[in-house]
Each structure stands twice: as C-alpha cells, then as structure tokens.
C-alpha cells in the first residue's frame, strides 16, 4: 500500500485526472458531466477508472443522490503535496540565495567606459 502523498503524486501524473480536477474546481458534476469531454477519446468505463484513482488518493468524493453521483473536489490531499513541496521550495530559495551572495564576491562591479584622449599629431612637417 503506498503512503497518502505517493499516492497524490500519482493522482496527479496524469493530465486527464488534472483535467477533471481542474473541472471540480469549479463545483461538483456528475459521471458523466465530467466524462463527456474525454469521450473522443475514450470510453465511460476509461474515465471511470481515473475517477477511482482520484477517489482513491483521496482528491475526489463521490456522493450518492438518489440516481445522481455528484463528485467534490477535495483539497485536503492537495494541501500536504503543497506542505511537502514548501520545504524543497525554501532550500531552494536558501540555495539560491547562497549563490547569488557568492557570485558578488567573485565578479566585478560593472564601471562605466571612459573616454581615451584624442591622439595627438607629433609629426611637424
């Protein structure tokens, strides 16, 4: 069994479970509301089974309305790759940061060109 964020992290490898997260942000849709994009492409048990992958890790709710299945977003899982994602984030910034304090010490100032004197005729003819 993988851990919550692994299994997110798969969740969301792939672009047509994005695709119908993307559609839930908006409010929750039935089956076949969030189907009916994706089925130039493939069939209503193909989008099915993304929906189970996405209820699995926990990113979709199903619920049951007489013969209505309205599906929800749910964020909660979104929040911990976000709080895992944060972490790297401020390494890489502290990173960064370090690189850019090193470089200044390593390049010159940039000084503005000057002008040489005009050359001067030294030849009396």
């Not at 199903?62 to 972490?87: H, I, S």
């Not at 470089?103 to 030849?123: E, N, R, W, Y």
């Amino acid at each position: 069994m993988q851990d919550p964020l692994s299994q997110t992290f798969s969740a969301l490898a792939d672009p047509t479970r994005r695709a119908i997260l993307a559609r839930l942000r908006r409010g929750e849709a039935s089956v076949s509301e969030l189907a009916e994009p994706f089925l130039g492409q493939m069939t209503l048990p193909g989008v099915t089974k993304h929906l189970k992958v996405l209820e699995k890790a926990g990113l979709v709710t199903k619920g049951r309305e007489a013969q209505w299945r309205p599906c929800t977003l749910n964020t909660e899982p979104l929040n911990d790759v976000a709080a895992w994602m944060d972490e790297y984030r401020a390494h890489m910034e502290a990173s960064l940061d370090r690189l850019g304090e090193y470089l200044k010490t390593v390049t010159k100032p940039a000084t503005t060109p000057t002008t040489s004197p005009a050359p001067t005729d030294d030849h009396h003819g």
